[in-house]
């Protein structure tokens, strides 16, 4: 593993442990160049991922990123991180179990939308109003309405 601070070739495991959820392991790490400490994880992959984007561009499936969006609508919410990351892997499980290779964005939308509607409503709304593209305050009302009335469709 290449030390992310002086890009020295070889570091040390210095500890390893499973994570909370036994979906990854947790390595703490040293590089002997520069003596920096710092953390990787280990995950199974299943299979490869292909996105397909609503342009019908492929790019490869990255769970940083799927994490990323999550914490932005998570952003100054009572959610542990450690629930984020149960959640992210979830998604990331059931779609590499699929049995596809390639993944339409808006079949990870849904998921992201289910998981974030049972997690927490106000990340949900956030997460929903870049992903449905709301423009202004009236897309909002509908929507929080259709939530607050118990029928928030899928469109």
Request: glycine letters at 4%; one cysteine or more.
């Amino acid at each position: 593993m290449r030390c992310p601070f002086c890009s020295h070739e070889d570091t040390a495991v210095k500890d390893s442990r499973p994570t909370e959820d036994n979906a990854a392991i947790r390595r703490r790490r040293q590089c002997p160049n520069c003596g920096a400490r710092f953390t990787t994880f280990e995950r199974v992959q299943l299979r490869e991922l292909t996105v397909i984007k609503n342009n019908n561009q492929r790019e490869p499936f990255d769970r940083d990123k799927l994490m990323r969006s999550m914490t932005v609508a998570l952003q100054k919410r009572p959610v542990d991180p450690e629930r984020i990351e149960r959640v992210v892997n979830g998604i990331q499980r059931r779609l590499e179990s699929s049995g596809e290779n390639e993944i339409p964005t808006k079949v990870i939308g849904e998921l992201v939308m289910d998981a974030l509607a049972n997690l927490d409503k106000v990340a949900y709304v956030r997460f929903a109003s870049v992903y449905r593209n709301f423009r202004e305050a009236r897309d909002f009302e509908e929507f929080v309405g259709k939530i607050t009335s118990g029928a928030a469709e899928r469109e």
